[in-house]
């Protein structure tokens, strides 16, 4: 994993170092929690009471004769889902289980019925029964039935023992099949298996009173329905009878003497119709064509006349005969004009005699009409006859009915009646045991394996969540790696926490003497490698003047600012170092200095500058240091004197370097790191806060201060490295940095030495490697001050 930056520039989450770093950190916390949650869960497995399960298994019978079908009151079970469902509630429910409980007399038995245990006292109540003593609650025990009649007594026990049988019994389906598993549970073998058989026999002997109970019901009920059917089909039957006489409705083959009538006439009426219809049709086209001069040879009663084949047959020969003669005679020969007259009498009479049978085929179309009028008005006879009938049947037909369904319904409860009547010998539950339930010979729980395994599982969870969150509110800074990537700013270095080697720390010298003492030690060099990174801090211009302030007090800025000064003394630079924490006054009294005019004595016109610097006892180094006096302007570095001592200073020293205040305590030190060339953060190891430092490096920006870096001070070897730093372990220092006739042994971090920072102006790392020697180890105490 890798870890990715939120928006407030912090790692959201571990990558695998930091994840070894984190449990080695909280390897302890881990462990407690671990042990914490895998003993509990331990205690409470082998000191539980073992738990017994048996199980009997039941079949669901889905093909049961369904004997009485009123009501399916005895059917058997429908094979669905829902069905199935209903049937595991029912085996499950109050009522059954309180049978189980009267007939096993669970009441008697003290797993059930916690009255009849004796309450011995615990561990527990042993340490809670004086807690509420003192507090004045009551502390002997109360019996929750107390004021209840001797039979309201029984039956609240009674309830109880029912329900604690309840929280035993468990009924379920297995798979998508007709089968019921019944499971019990009970701290006896014996109990479990006896009470899993109980509840299975009582679910069939249930099913089996249910329906002997419904069949009675249904024979009793049934018998009375067929007694009072009876009278009742009777006597709707005369009524049908009377009304029938009473209004002529009389039948013969299904209808009445009316309707067959009309029947009849209708018959004749349409074979009328049906002839005056063809004679219609053959008058008018015999007239039609009369009229239009087409000619009546296509008509059957012209073809049929022989009086009119004699005259067509004459008008053929008179044809032919004046056909002749025109072209023989002229058109006035007197014997051409009678063969024409002739012709023309010979039509005449054929046009009389057509127009003879038009008449009569005329006649017999009035004829037939007439007689299809008088039928229609014998049937408009009938059918008012019937008109009278049908309103009778109207009523009739609802006698009918009436009587039919009494009729249906009083044959149907005598076949049911005499079905239910040997119903007691075909009862038969609808349930089956499959197999009954053995007793169990090991414990279904606690299953000691399985909860150790998740005791310890969860105490490994429990541990890990408790070390994460330790990570996640753990807001103290371990490394430069988190000076760099959560403070944002540049890492120029740590500094070793140096250990005193007497007993208790007693008769310890301070870090500042220790460098001079020990110059070849990691403490001198990781303060020599800060040095180095002030000089080659800005290539273009030299730095001269150096603020060193932290967030708060006793994070050794006091101490390292002094070793700083001595180092670049013992360098051949010439250096000042000035003591600016006015109200503490850490960095004079570590130089072992009392003087009379000081720094603040000169910048206020008390004496001359000469005066004021005093000369380290062990090095060159010049130290402005602070009277006893006490007294202190409100202002100091915002007067025009203190610019003025500075540029004087600048000519006088190669490195001036100003212990100053804490920045959150006090507002001198973010004048002075305004006015300085570079400010340099203290930062304690695993003791500043990110917000303290976050804090001072925006007010350090508010003030415009050009901040070379925050170091990191008094580092703990021996923990380092369980704080992400790589390599940072104390016997690899201890290899490397021994010091002759030292009973003390140090370790520094030189950071990336010899490299400067890609695209900025951070330092290039100067080491001294240091001259081997031999030294011991003894018991070490923490050495250092502000």
């Known amino acids: 994993m890798t870890g990715h930056d939120g928006p407030s520039g912090e790692e959201t989450s571990f990558d695998l170092k930091s994840l070894i770093g984190m449990v080695y950190r909280r390897f302890w916390l881990i462990v407690t929690g671990f042990l914490v949650v895998f003993l509990a869960v331990a205690y409470i497995t082998f000191t539980a009471t073992p738990v017994y399960k048996a199980s009997t298994t039941i079949q669901l019978g889905t093909n049961q004769e369904n004997v009485i079908d009123l009501g399916s009151v005895l059917g058997g079970i429908v094979a669905n889902t829902a069905a199935i469902d209903t049937e595991v509630m029912v085996i499950s429910s109050k009522s059954l289980l309180t049978k189980v409980a009267e007939r096993q007399k669970l009441v008697e038995d003290p797993e059930f019925n916690w009255t009849l245990v004796e309450q011995k006292p615990g561990l527990i109540d042993g340490l809670v029964k004086p807690i509420k003593k003192s507090l004045g609650m009551r502390t002997e025990r109360v019996d929750p039935?107390?004021?209840?009649?001797?039979e309201e007594r029984e039956a609240a026990i009674l309830e109880a023992v029912v329900e604690a049988l309840s929280n035993r019994v468990t009924v379920s389906r297995v798979g998508t099949t007709y089968l019921l598993k019944v499971t019990v549970m009970s701290t006896s073998p014996e109990t479990s298996a006896r009470l899993a058989n109980a509840v299975a026999d009582q679910y069939r002997v249930q099913q089996l009173d249910t329906k002997l109970d419904a069949t009675?019901?249904?024979?009793?009920?049934?018998?009375?329905?067929?007694?009072?059917?009876?009278d009742e089909v009777a006597e709707k039957e005369k009524r049908v009878a009377v009304y029938r006489a009473e209004n002529n409705l009389d039948t013969a083959m299904g209808t009445t003497l009316s309707e067959q009538k009309i029947a009849d006439l209708t018959k004749q009426k349409t074979q009328l119709d049906f002839e005056l219809s063809q004679a219609r049709s053959r008058y008018e086209n015999m007239r039609r064509q009369i009229d239009s001069g087409e000619g009546v040879d296509g008509i059957s009663e012209v073809l049929d006349s022989a009086l009119v084949s004699r005259l067509k047959e004459q008008l053929s020969i008179l044809r032919g005969r004046v056909a002749e003669l025109e072209t023989k005679l002229g058109p006035q020969h007197p014997e051409l004009i009678g063969a024409r007259n002739e012709v023309r009498d010979v039509e005449r009479q054929m046009a009389a005699e057509v127009n003879?049978?038009?008449?009569?085929?005329?006649?017999?179309?009035?004829?037939k009409q007439s007689q299809v009028n008088a039928i229609q008005a014998r049937i408009n006879q009938a059918n008012?006859?019937?008109?009278?009938?049908?309103?009778?049947?109207?009523?009739?037909?609802?006698?009918?009915?009436?009587?039919?369904?009494s009729r249906v319904l009083y044959e149907e409860f005598i076949a049911r009646s005499k079905e239910t009547s040997v119903q007691d010998d075909l009862v038969q539950a609808d349930a089956v045991i499959l197999s009954a339930a053995s007793v169990p010979?090991?414990?279904?729980?606690?299953?000691?394996?399985?909860?150790?395994?998740?005791?310890?599982v969860l105490g490994a969870a429990i541990g890990a969540a408790m070390a994460i969150l330790a990570e996640m509110f753990d807001a103290k800074i371990s490394s430069t790696e988190d000076i760099e990537r959560k403070l944002g700013v540049t890492s120029i270095g740590s500094v070793p926490l140096i250990r005193a080697s007497s007993l208790f720390g007693l008769g310890q010298t301070n870090p500042a003497d220790y460098l001079v003492e020990n110059p070849l030690s990691a403490y001198a060099e990781s303060v020599r490698y800060l040095r180095a990174a002030i000089a080659f801090s800005d290539l273009d211009s030299e730095t001269k003047t150096v603020a060193i302030t932290s967030s708060l007090p006793d994070e050794g800025k006091t101490s390292l600012t002094l070793s700083l000064g001595r180092m670049s003394a013992m360098s051949g630079s010439?250096?000042?170092?000035?003591?600016?924490?006015?109200?503490?006054?850490?960095?004079?009294?570590?130089?072992?200095?009392?003087?009379?005019?000081?720094?603040?004595?000169h910048l206020f016109g008390a004496g001359q500058l000469s005066d004021a610097i005093q000369k380290d006892s062990k090095t060159m180094l010049d130290i402005l240091p602070l009277s006893q006096s006490g007294h202190t302007p409100h202002d100091v570095f915002g007067t025009r004197a203190f610019d003025d001592l500075l540029s004087r200073l600048r000519s006088m020293y190669d490195l001036i370097l100003i212990d100053t205040g804490p920045l959150l305590l006090m507002a001198e030190a973010r004048v002075v790191a305004g006015k300085v060339d570079k400010t340099i953060l203290m930062v304690r190891w695993r003791h500043s806060t990110r917000a303290a430092v976050k804090q001072s490096l925006s007010l350090l920006r508010s003030f415009n201060a050009d901040v070379l870096g925050a170091t990191l001070n008094m580092v703990d070897l021996n923990r380092r490295r369980h704080h992400r730093d790589p390599g940072a372990s104390y016997k690899a220092y201890r290899?490397?940095?021994?010091?002759?006739?030292?009973?003390?042994?140090?370790?520094?971090?030189?950071n990336g030495a010899g490299k400067r920072k890609k695209g900025g102006k951070g330092p290039v790392a100067i080491q001294t490697p240091p001259e081997k020697a031999k030294g011991t180890m003894e018991e070490e105490v923490p050495v250092g001050f502000e």
């Open 145 to 150: 039935y107390a004021g209840l009649s001797e």
């Open 216 to 230: 009675r019901r249904a024979t009793e009920w049934l018998g009375e329905r067929v007694s009072g059917l009876r």
């Open 356 to 367: 003879r049978i038009a008449d009569n085929l005329a006649s017999e179309v009035a004829a």
């Open 384 to 405: 008012a006859q019937l008109r009278g009938n049908s309103i009778a049947s109207v009523r009739l037909r609802e006698l009918e009915r009436d009587a039919e369904t």
């Open 441 to 456: 010979s090991q414990p279904a729980a606690p299953k000691k394996k399985l909860n150790l395994l998740i005791g310890a």
């Open 574 to 601: 010439r250096t000042i170092v000035i003591d600016g924490d006015f109200r503490r006054r850490q960095l004079t009294e570590a130089a072992g200095m009392s003087p009379e005019i000081g720094f603040i004595e």
């Open 735 to 750: 290899k490397y940095y021994q010091m002759e006739s030292k009973k003390s042994v140090f370790g520094f971090d030189l």
